[in-house]
């Protein structure tokens, strides 16, 4: 996964924002789109000595790619995809086998980019910034994260095979295998569901069993250690995995427009419900008069909602907070 040049160095640099873009788009393309919006300031000067990371999708698109010429296939603009799928928008309901492989392959992306930019910055001041499947891949990675990281953002969001992960938090398990063990014959008694769990466990997947527990750590540790075992070995687990170490600290700000025509806001209910369901602080603002189109007014009332939320570092808040302030994202403000 590439990205854009950094606009602050890394020895002054305050925060650090990285960029995950929808699907048909890149991190050009976004940036674009972004300072299109917000113009005639860039995202650097909205930044100040904040970095940004504006990232590519990781995975050439074949389909995209068929029937054009050889220096098209080049373009990350529109060539490039993150997890295949078969819904328009990214948001299929359960996963296949190789749609969990690219989806694992999406988080270890993500992770190597925040670990470098956590090392300059602090981990505290790194937040992700994702636009409707490139939110679903940030929410994938922060699932099976046992560290809080400063906070997540999303705009028009999408939760990655939302189904599944309920199973999965709830279970244990996917639909499909929730399903086919609703099929077969009871076990004896000697047989146990735990006995099944542990006889593929390691001491790096499975550290407690929490049965049929439904607390929200519980929930969490169902989840954690699928996507663990999922990023570690490319392939969904065929067994119960738990993980005990959770985190759901980090804060999650959603906002979405009502008018969106091409990502309907039921997807913005379910992504703010899944994390209310796994216990973590998750706000959704639904903007009325707003669409799919990035608009200066939906970038601004999302580090509105940032600084409500009370993220960032001093710095950080001091800077958004005085462009705020001067109203540069109210409708107005084209050549302000």
Same mark, same amino acid.
């Given at each position: 996964?590439?990205?854009?040049?950094?606009?602050?160095?890394?020895?002054?640099?305050?925060?650090?924002?990285?960029?995950?873009?929808?699907?048909?788009?890149?991190?050009?393309?976004?940036?674009?789109?972004?300072?299109?919006?917000? !113009?005639?300031?860039? %995202?650097?000067?909205?930044?100040?000595?904040?970095?940004?990371?504006?990232?590519?999708?990781? &995975?050439?698109?074949?389909?995209?790619?068929?029937?054009?010429?050889?220096?098209?296939?080049?373009?990350?603009?529109?060539?490039?995809?993150?997890?295949?799928?078969?819904?328009? +928008?990214?948001?299929?309901? @359960?996963? @296949?086998?190789?749609?969990? !492989? *690219?989806?694992?392959?999406?988080? /270890?992306?993500?992770?190597?980019?925040? &670990?470098?930019?956590?090392?300059?910055?602090?981990?505290?001041?790194?937040?992700?910034?994702?636009?409707? +499947?490139?939110? $679903?891949?940030?929410?994938?990675?922060?699932?099976?994260?046992?560290?809080?990281?400063?906070?997540?953002?999303?705009? #028009?969001?999408?939760?990655?095979?939302?189904?599944?992960?309920?199973?999965?938090?709830?279970?244990?398990? @996917? !639909?499909?295998?929730?399903?086919?063990?609703?099929?077969?014959?009871?076990?004896?008694?000697?047989?146990?569901?735990? *006995?099944?769990?542990?006889?593929?466990?390691?001491?790096?997947?499975?550290?407690?069993? =929490?049965?049929?527990?439904?607390?929200?750590?519980?929930? =969490?540790?169902?989840?954690?250690?699928?996507?663990?075992? %999922?990023?570690?070995?490319?392939?969904?687990?065929? #067994?119960?995995?738990? +993980?005990?170490?959770?985190?759901?600290?980090?804060?999650?700000?959603?906002?979405?427009?009502?008018?969106?025509?091409?990502?309907?806001?039921?997807? $913005?209910?379910?992504?703010?419900?899944?994390?209310?369901?796994?216990?973590?602080?998750?706000?959704?603002?639904?903007?009325?008069?707003?669409?799919?189109?990035? @608009? =200066?007014?939906?970038?601004?009332?999302?580090?509105?909602?940032?600084?409500?939320? /009370?993220?960032?570092?001093?710095?950080?808040?001091?800077?958004?907070?005085?462009?705020?302030?001067?109203? +540069?994202?109210?409708?107005?403000? /084209?050549?302000?």
């Amino acid at each position: 996964m590439s990205s854009a040049t950094q606009n602050a160095q890394a020895g002054r640099a305050i925060a650090s924002f990285i960029f995950l873009p929808d699907i048909k788009s890149s991190g050009r393309k976004l940036l674009y789109e972004i300072e299109q919006a917000t !113009k005639p300031y860039t %995202l650097a000067s909205i930044m100040g000595q904040a970095r940004y990371v504006m990232c590519d999708l990781p &995975f050439y698109d074949t389909r995209e790619t068929a029937g054009t010429d050889q220096s098209a296939v080049y373009d990350p603009a529109i060539k490039r995809r993150w997890y295949l799928t078969d819904d328009p +928008i990214g948001a299929d309901d @359960t996963a @296949t086998a190789s749609q969990w !492989k *690219d989806l694992s392959i999406c988080i /270890n992306e993500i992770k190597t980019i925040v &670990f470098r930019e956590a090392t300059i910055v602090g981990r505290e001041n790194v937040f992700l910034v994702g636009f409707g +499947i490139g939110f $679903a891949v940030a929410t994938a990675f922060l699932f099976q994260s046992e560290e809080r990281i400063g906070g997540l953002l999303g705009v #028009h969001p999408v939760m990655p095979f939302h189904i599944d992960l309920k199973y999965i938090a709830i279970d244990g398990q @996917t !639909k499909a295998v929730e399903n086919a063990r609703s099929k077969m014959p009871n076990k004896d008694e000697s047989s146990s569901e735990q *006995d099944e769990a542990n006889s593929e466990a390691s001491a790096a997947t499975v550290d407690v069993d =929490r049965g049929n527990e439904q607390t929200h750590e519980a929930r =969490r540790a169902r989840l954690m250690g699928f996507l663990t075992y %999922l990023t570690t070995r490319w392939e969904a687990p065929t #067994h119960k995995r738990y +993980i005990d170490r959770t985190d759901a600290s980090t804060p999650v700000v959603l906002i979405h427009g009502l008018d969106d025509e091409q990502i309907h806001f039921k997807h $913005a209910k379910h992504s703010v419900a899944m994390f209310w369901h796994l216990g973590y602080t998750a706000k959704l603002k639904i903007m009325d008069g707003e669409g799919h189109k990035l @608009t =200066r007014n939906m970038i601004g009332e999302l580090f509105n909602r940032f600084m409500m939320q /009370n993220l960032g570092n001093e710095a950080v808040r001091a800077h958004l907070g005085g462009l705020l302030w001067e109203g +540069i994202f109210e409708r107005w403000c /084209n050549e302000c």
